[in-house]
């Protein structure tokens, strides 16, 4: 079992930058791909970014690709997203998921947290 809390969401005006953390419970973090997710009013929740277990394989939306940046620090069981140049349309509620499949790019994801929101002002 993994429970995810993340943090970081807040309030920034477009072009600038924001890190949201996803604190992970249980002694087998770094055996999950973890992925970032988010969610606009009235529209569907969306992949962001995803990053492997082993850390060496990352995946992008090409709406973040080259602006958001995901990693992980297995000793803290915390993933990261690195948003830079942030837009309006990047408003949205922030989830991170941990999957425990080797299959990549994941297919599904086991573990979900409760979002954090982000708001990008123009």
């Known amino acids: 079992q993994v429970q995810l809390v993340e943090s970081g969401g807040g309030l920034v005006q477009a072009g600038g930058s924001l890190r949201l953390s996803c604190a992970a419970s249980g002694r087998t973090f770094s055996t999950y791909t973890m992925g970032w997710f988010r969610q606009a009013p009235g529209k569907e929740r969306e992949f962001v970014a995803a990053?492997?277990?082993?850390?060496?394989?990352?995946n992008y939306a090409d709406s973040v690709k080259g602006r958001f940046t995901i990693s992980r620090d297995n000793a803290k069981k915390t993933v990261y997203l690195q948003m830079n140049s942030l837009r309006p349309e990047d408003t949205a509620v922030y989830y991170c998921a941990a999957s425990a499949t080797r299959s990549w790019p994941p297919p599904w994801y086991n573990y979900w947290g409760q979002g954090t929101q982000v708001t990008v002002s123009s």
């Open positions: 990053l492997s277990w082993s850390g060496g394989s990352t």
